[in-house]
């Protein structure tokens, strides 16, 4: 490993361990050892995005576990993952999933519903299909697996294409136009749900969870 991704590596994990912090992009380039300008740089090399965007993720993976996990308000999520503005806060959770914080943790109970494809039927674009298989460790507690493909290393808005599933399995995510896409999966906890209900097994797009 090189002395670039060294340096972005001890920026993230300042970003995981002070995310609720006011961190600055200058605070971000000194964890780094490296100028503010470069590092913003050599962080886009590395990861694919920038510094202020990674962060943003980083704080909203956070709100999701919150929302998902405790009984918090979304106010007091808002100030405890960082942000000074509930408003804010709000806006920018609502944009990155596609879906406010108090309907997301609604959704997390009662499943995703399906809407139409991004894509029409008559669209030329070449499309090809992903395949692959999610593993998940032995647990009492249902598990809903929603997997998806995304034109961005950070996870936001609505996947190109879904899947969803309540076990260890193959995935499916079809309809993909020719290109590069990032397959993300995130595993939730369900809890008086049952499964198999309340949600679409096979889906061509659905709003971005976790």
Not at 137 to 164: K, L
Not at 176 to 196: D, H, K, M, T
Request: with cysteine; hydrophobic share 40%.
């Amino acid at each position: 490993m090189n002395t670039a991704q060294h340096a972005v590596e001890r920026a993230i994990l300042t970003m995981w361990r002070r995310y609720h912090e006011p961190l600055s992009l200058t605070e971000l380039a000194d964890t780094a050892i490296l100028s503010k300008f470069y590092f913003s740089r050599v962080f886009r090399s590395v990861t694919g995005t920038s510094p202020v965007r990674f962060l943003t993720a980083v704080r909203l993976a956070k709100a999701k576990r919150l929302l998902l996990e405790t009984s918090l308000s979304v106010t007091d999520i808002a100030y405890g993952v960082g942000y000074n503005s509930l408003g804010t806060f709000t806006s920018r959770f609502t944009r990155s999933v596609g879906a406010s914080p108090a309907k997301y943790r609604m959704l997390s109970d009662i499943g995703m519903p399906a809407i139409s494809s991004p894509f029409a039927l008559a669209n030329p674009l070449r499309f090809g299909t992903v395949t692959g298989k999610v593993t998940l460790p032995t647990t009492d507690v249902p598990v809903r697996v929603y997997i998806g493909a995304f034109n961005s290393p950070v996870v936001e808005g609505m996947p190109t294409s879904c899947d969803i599933l309540d076990s260890s399995g193959f995935y499916e995510l079809p309809r993909l136009p020719e290109g590069e896409w990032f397959i993300r999966a995130a595993a939730v906890a369900v809890r008086n749900v049952i499964r198999g209900r309340g949600c679409v097994r096979r889906c061509t797009s659905v709003r971005a969870v976790p």
